[in-house]
């Protein structure tokens, strides 16, 4: 049985990487025709880079996905802030709201958006599409934010209040570098479901494409050899947010488990 299993899990893992790693290896490909290897180029990357068309796209993706990030992270701090000291059963009620942008598909987020811009008269472009990521992004601080609150004592805000501080410096002084780890993990998730999302940003967006919305443009003519090395650079950019997300959230636990176990 511990065979079969091993065997069922490499080829779900074959079945699932194994056509992103066709696609980097092509992406070095000095053939344009890709039946035909024709030895390692970088010309595709060289290609990528003066490209207008694309280095539009990659300045609309990344803006968006930053200034959404931030927008997000402090909205999604504000939020999780609140919604921790409502009582239970509003604390209940919103956290089945906050989870409602999570649970639904990115086409019935996008739909719905799109048609609430349209109903309110409001040109579809880079403006929609930032309003349209930052929408989404908030749950995901909100939920990294929240377990750092539920650990945190909430004995440190009432004593800093006790000794004088105000409100505002007790929240920067006490309660921001207590949940920081919280803020900086669903900052980085916010940034990594922006950069990748299509869906919503097709739906919000008339007049201005990020690299997705590019990229799916591109397939529906002759798909040029240039984008095996964008989706290239994409998925390694994506991979390095998740590790480094995933990492901080394993260091976490550790750091929680060595001041438990030293706790007396």
Same mark, same amino acid.
């Given at each position: 049985m511990k065979a079969l299993r091993r065997a069922y899990l490499g080829l779900v893992l074959v079945f699932l990487y194994a056509?992103?790693?066709v696609?980097?290896?092509?992406?070095? &490909?000095?053939?344009?025709?890709?039946?035909v290897w024709g030895g390692l180029s970088l010309k595709w990357y060289q290609a990528l880079f003066h490209d207008k068309n694309i280095l539009d796209a990659l300045y609309v993706t990344v803006s968006v996905a930053a200034l959404a990030t931030m927008a997000a992270t402090v909205?999604?701090?504000?939020? $999780?802030?609140?919604?921790?000291s409502m009582k239970s059963w509003t604390r209940d009620l919103f956290m089945n709201v906050t989870n409602l942008p999570m649970l639904m598909p990115d086409i019935v987020t996008g739909i719905s958006l799109m048609i609430l811009f349209i109903f309110m008269k409001v040109p579809r472009g880079y403006g929609t599409m930032l309003l349209a990521h930052v929408t989404f992004d908030i749950p995901y601080v909100i939920f990294s934010v929240l377990p750092r609150l539920k650990r945190m004592n909430p004995n440190l805000y009432e004593a800093?209040?006790?000794?004088? $501080?105000?409100?505002? !410096?007790?929240l920067l002084k006490v309660i921001l570098p207590e949940i920081l780890p919280g803020v900086i993990t669903g900052a980085l998730l916010s940034f990594t479901m922006?950069?990748?999302?299509? $869906?919503?940003?097709?739906?919000?967006?008339?007049?201005?494409? &990020?690299?997705?919305?590019?990229?799916?443009?591109? !397939?529906?003519?002759?798909?040029?050899? !240039?984008i095996n090395a964008l989706s290239a650079i994409m998925f390694v950019t994506v991979l390095v947010l998740l590790f480094v997300v995933n990492n901080r959230g394993s260091d976490t636990g550790r750091?929680?488990? !060595?001041?438990?176990g030293s706790a007396p």
């Open positions: 056509p992103i790693a696609l980097v290896v092509y992406s070095f &490909n000095q053939s344009e025709t890709r039946a909205l999604g701090t504000i939020a $999780a802030i609140g919604i921790h800093a209040l006790d000794l004088g $501080a105000r409100p505002q !410096t007790a922006s950069l990748d999302d299509f $869906a919503i940003s097709y739906f919000t967006s008339v007049r201005t494409a &990020n690299l997705s919305m590019l990229i799916y443009s591109m !397939t529906r003519r002759k798909v040029p050899p !240039t750091g929680r488990g !060595t001041s438990g």
